[in-house]
């Protein structure tokens, strides 16, 4: 099937859920299938206090960075989707989280999450793409995920609140 119709597919889906876990659990598996990753993270940015914060991660507790911490921190700051296929030899790369789940990472790909007033509420992240690295695609259809999910993410963000 066609990527985009995939992901227009999974629109239908995800149009009738407003609750943020299951909003989160589905953008997070649907992109998890998209680019066939391992793990996914949705990391969400609280200003006020700072951090970003992962509403869904994969295999591990809540993980909570500063802004700035990170490739996801970096992403966030500079408002760019990124590709890192050798994540131990990037001095932005958080180990800790990998040596404290146990895990390892291959290789990332993290996307801005843009809000309705085009500013940064989040991060989508995803590790370990089997058999290859990312690429130039992938961050194509990552990023068209991304803002097509936008809207329903932030819609349940202000839910939960």
Known sequence: MNKKKQIADFGQKLM???DIEQTSTLIANEAK???N???CSIFIADEEDGILWTKLSDGIGRIVISLSSGIVG????RAIPQIVNDPYNDP???SNIDKKSGFTTKNIITVPIFNSKR?????IQLLNKSRTDFDEKDLDTLTFFANYVSGSLELALLKSK
């Open 74 to 77: 970096d992403t966030y700051m």
């Open 119 to 123: 500013k940064v509420m989040g991060i």
């Open 16 to 18: 009738t859920l407003d």
């Open 92 to 94: 932005r790369f958080l």
């Open 33 to 35: 299938m998209l680019l």
């Open 37 to 39: 990753s391992e793990r």
